[in-house]
């Protein structure tokens, strides 16, 4: 055997088949982390780890390239083993190619050569790493929503710790089409866990080396095996009538498609129709299964395998941030029915609410929306979209909705109708106010919680575009009554009337709201007998935990405008309570002012630029020619001044 290493006519270095192996047994473990990593995650878990172990396992040359096979010399960087780097490069070639399939070839199945029988196989166990932790599962979410070459560079980048030029020569060499634009993605992935990644892709979650084994269904595999049993028995007759009277035994038959799901049907989880009532978590976790297509398997399988496997033509949907992976153990059934035209299956796994809809007749294509909902609470699980129907909502509300009632937030003084809820918990149509256009109207789901849970407790919540609708909250000024920052239901005269001032905002709102508050943090008594002004600021919160923060500057007979605006800011919540912002304003007379107020923790206000004045307090007006540019700045007791604009604690007045 030649072991000795020297270069081809072609110019390209030889490597031999021992330093071939060499470089796979001593890596082993990471290059089937690169792999399980850059294999599609539409693939189910167990498909993965048997795919990477088989993708390293056959990076070796055929038995017949004994002598030498040719090596990239631009691989040779650093200090590492040639047979280490020429495997990796065969591994990452391999898995890039995994996901790319002829244009006819059906979506929902892997590419042709991922169909033939390779090593290993394993018959009548499942395969899949441990479960991680919150920081794995965030991890791998953001991962998942990234293309092959961009999860290859991450876990080079970081798990591997090879350098960017190394990096970026082993993706060229293996095939990736804009190795330049992963490695950019890849540096700026924003990801909960990026700064530990390094730790985080070498725990259990993301090892597909060290495994857990469960059994397939074993009820299944009993039916599988009789129906092989009966169908052997049937060719084998059939062979030996057709051998008998002389016809030609050269046909096979058909060969049957086989779509496996990591979670079967009889597998989901049905919490008890009254646990509700008795837990100390009321979240989507208590929500019994309803519908009346909950024993439906058909159903629930279909649904099941698109979730796994979406088939050509399937819409998709989701929240940003929002992970769309194959159901993991433990996946809940929320509803199962039918709802104007469509069969609609909802789903829960702990962090996203999944929702599947097909038509009921032949014509139109499945669709999957996907939304976070961890660290739901009993206002932000107490309703779900299940259908759209012509720019309306229906909603499957929580079992703990004693009443449900729409109402009008720009007619405040109007009452609140009572909506028609069925059985199931599904309500009639509500108007979605997305739709309205013009913004003459937002109506708004007012619901109350059981007494056997709570007291009425009453509040607010309207659709904003996604499978959950946004719980509306309302934050009054600081006063006798109101001792403590705390967000409350706006179901008084006051909150209501604040809420008819600022509805219309909400359509400019992100995707994927959570939670929106109100906060009237500023009074202000305006020039020359303007009428009094309200600041306020609106905070919506998302799923992924950033927030989005506008403040409006309302005056009388007029709607709040939005005067300044900040987002992944802290700003109008419980940690972020100093303000400080600014608007123009024309007296009846014609004369312009800059007017500015603060939050109540400011003791002082400072214009400076080409208009320039200070005031004691948080209130401050002061003429102003049109077009002049200003700072406004506010100071905090004992803290001097606040930083300038851009602060995450606050917002400022800004330039103006």
Not at 200 to 214: H, K, P, W
Not at 360 to 368: E, K, R
Not at 561 to 583: I, L
């Amino acid at each position: 055997m030649v072991t000795s290493r020297h270069r081809s006519p072609d110019g390209r270095e030889r490597i031999t088949l021992d330093e071939a192996e060499a470089g796979l047994v001593e890596q082993y473990p990471d290059l089937v982390r690169l792999a399980y990593l850059t294999l599609p995650p539409t693939l189910s878990r167990h498909r993965k780890v048997l795919a990477a172990h088989g993708l390293v396992q056959r990076a070796l040359p055929g038995f017949r390239q004994r002598r030498a096979v040719p090596r990239v010399p631009a691989q040779r960087l650093g200090t590492e083993r040639h047979g280490a780097a020429w495997v990796r490069e065969r591994v990452l070639r391999a898995a890039l190619a995994y996901e790319r399939r002829p244009r006819w070839w059906p979506a929902s199945l892997p590419p042709p050569r991922a169909l033939r029988p390779t090593l290993p196989l394993v018959w009548g166990l499942r395969l899949f790493p441990r479960a991680g932790g919150r920081e794995e599962i965030a991890l791998g979410q953001a991962l998942s929503g990234l293309s092959a070459d961009v999860r290859a560079a991450f876990v080079l980048c970081r798990a591997d710790g090879l350098p960017e030029t190394q990096v970026r020569a082993l993706l060229c060499a293996s095939g990736a089409r804009r190795p330049d634009r992963a490695l950019r993605i890849a540096r700026q992935l924003d990801a909960p866990a990026v700064a530990a990644a390094q730790t985080l892709l070498r725990s259990a979650e993301f090892n597909a080396c060290a495994v857990q084994t469960r059994p397939t269904d074993l009820l299944r595999r009993r039916h599988r095996f009789r129906l092989a049993w009966a169908v052997a028995a049937v060719v084998a007759v059939g062979a030996v009538v057709l051998a008998a009277t002389g016809a030609p035994t050269g046909q096979r038959p058909p060969r049957a498609a086989v779509g496996t799901t990591p979670v079967a049907p009889e597998d989901l989880v049905r919490a008890p129709r009254e646990e509700w009532a008795d837990t100390a978590r009321v979240d989507f976790t208590a929500w019994p299964p309803r519908g009346g297509r909950t024993d439906d398997r058909d159903l629930l399988t279909r649904a099941l395998t698109t979730w796994t496997h979406p088939a050509r033509g399937t819409h998709i949907t989701r929240t940003p941030g929002t992970f769309t992976g194959p159901p993991p153990a433990g996946t809940q059934l929320l509803y199962a029915g039918e709802a104007d035209g469509s069969a609609v299956v909802i789903f829960h796994d702990g962090l996203r609410a999944i929702r599947y809809t097909e038509p009921l007749s032949p014509d139109g294509h499945a669709t999957l929306a996907f939304t976070r909902t961890d660290s739901s609470d009993m206002t932000t699980a107490a309703a779900l979209v299940v259908t759209r129907p012509h720019g309306a909502a229906r909603y499957l509300t929580a079992p703990w909705i004693a009443e449900a009632r729409t109402r009008d937030l720009l007619r405040p003084d109007g009452p609140a109708r009572r909506l028609r809820v069925s059985t199931e918990g599904v309500t009639e149509p509500v108007p979605s106010p997305a739709s309205a256009g013009a913004c003459g109207s937002w109506p708004t789901l007012q619901l109350r919680t059981s007494a056997r849970i709570a007291e009425k407790t009453t509040f607010l919540a309207t659709d904003l575009g996604g499978l959950t609708p946004a719980h509306l909250t309302h934050t009054p000024q600081p006063g006798d009554d109101t001792p403590t920052w705390q967000p409350r239901e706006p179901i008084t005269e006051a909150a209501l009337q604040s809420w008819s001032r600022t509805a219309c905002h909400l359509s400019d709102l992100p995707h994927g709201v959570r939670t929106v508050n109100l906060w009237n943090f500023a009074e202000q008594p305006l020039p020359e007998n303007g009428g009094r002004a309200v600041w306020s600021c609106v905070r919506a919160d998302t799923w992924r935990g950033t927030g989005e923060v506008s403040v409006l500057f309302t005056t009388p007979g007029e709607a709040g405008r939005v005067v300044a605006r900040e987002s992944a800011t802290g700003a109008c919540s419980r940690y972020g309570r100093e303000v400080v912002a600014s608007a123009r304003w024309r007296a009846p007379s014609g004369h312009g002012y800059l007017v500015a107020a603060g939050s109540r923790g400011v003791v002082g206000i400072e214009v400076v630029g080409v208009v320039r004045a200070s005031e004691e307090g948080r209130l401050l007006a002061v003429r102003a020619p049109g077009g002049a540019r200003a700072q406004v700045r506010g100071a905090l007791p004992g803290a001097g001044r606040p930083p300038r604009s851009g602060a995450r604690r606050r917002i400022d007045g800004g330039r103006r």
